[in-house]
């Protein structure tokens, strides 16, 4: 890390998933300055080929990387799963947090041995989850689901309407039938409807938010790297996308629960330009 300690966290997702990561940095580390990068001109990344989602992984990389990013959080378990080996193999001398789905803790937790995860096509057939089944699994009943057009939704806004209930019902029904007790949230946009997936599956299964111990690896890191931000004053966050500026603006308070100006950035090839 050759960059300054008030340098900006550079975190990215195909959209509004990536602010409930961001939700978490700012509890764990208000301090640090952010500069976030959604891709809505391409959401939702689920549906597309790997090779595709690695290309722009790469291109907002670059982008970030000259905004002076000193660390790159891959806020997106799409983009994790197409690009993190990509991304470190290409940029050796940067510090990337990615997410992987949270097989693991679940696979320690559940007491019925089945456990349910939700998440995108893409990051189902990644590499990433087959090595994370692989590893952690250990003899517990993976169920998956890919709910199709809940990302859609809730780049909407619509966290508790008809068609989000829906989706939800579809995927989580069968799961509750087979005795699923854990639900491993795989998607960064899936914690935004926590509450209606709780209202769903009721009390007893746990569901499983990677955001805060990915928050903590941020920390972790940025402190091995002596890059922590000593100010004491609250850091700056600056927001871009590739798509609709005032419709995401208008979700920040919802989601994020701050405010702030999001500017718009185009694709010009595989490349970011104001
Ligand atoms: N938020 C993303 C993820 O964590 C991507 C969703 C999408 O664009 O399909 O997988």
């Given at each position: 890390m050759t960059n300054t300690s008030s340098n900006p966290i550079g975190v990215f997702d195909s959209?509004?998933?990536?602010l409930s990561v961001l939700r978490a940095m700012r509890t764990l580390m208000p301090n640090e300055n952010v500069i976030f990068f959604g891709d809505q001109g391409h959401v939702?990344?689920?549906?597309?080929p790997l090779e595709e989602v690695r290309a722009f992984s790469e291109g907002i990389t670059r982008w970030l990387l000259d905004e002076g990013a000193k660390l790159i959080v891959v806020a997106c378990n799409t983009a994790s799963a197409a690009a993190l080996t990509y991304l470190r193999e290409t940029f050796p001398d940067v510090k990337f947090v990615g997410m992987e789905p949270a097989v693991k803790p679940a696979a320690e937790w559940t007491r019925s041995r089945v456990v349910g995860v939700l998440a995108t096509p893409a990051t189902f057939q990644g590499a990433l989850y087959a090595s994370v089944v692989e590893r952690f699994a250990n003899g517990v009943d993976i169920l998956q689901n890919t709910c199709p057009g809940l990302v859609q939704e809730i780049e909407k806004?619509?966290?508790?309407g008809a068609e989000t209930r829906r989706i939800l019902e579809s995927a989580l029904r069968p799961m509750l039938e087979k005795k699923v007790d854990t639900v491993v949230?795989?998607?960064?946009?899936y914690p935004f409807v926590i509450p209606l997936i709780e209202r769903i599956v009721g009390e007893s299964v746990r569901v499983i938010d990677p955001a805060p111990s990915v928050a903590k690896q941020v920390e972790r890191l940025l402190e091995a790297n002596g890059?922590?931000?000593?100010?004491s004053s609250r850091g700056r966050v600056q927001f871009y996308t590739s798509g609709d500026a005032v419709a995401v603006e208008s979700l920040l308070p919802k989601l994020l629960g701050e405010s702030g100006k999001v500017s718009r950035l185009t694709w010009d090839g595989g490349r970011l330009v104001r």
């Open positions: 959209g509004v998933g990536g939702p990344y689920g549906p597309r806004g619509n966290l508790d949230l795989g998607c960064t946009h890059a922590r931000n000593m100010s």
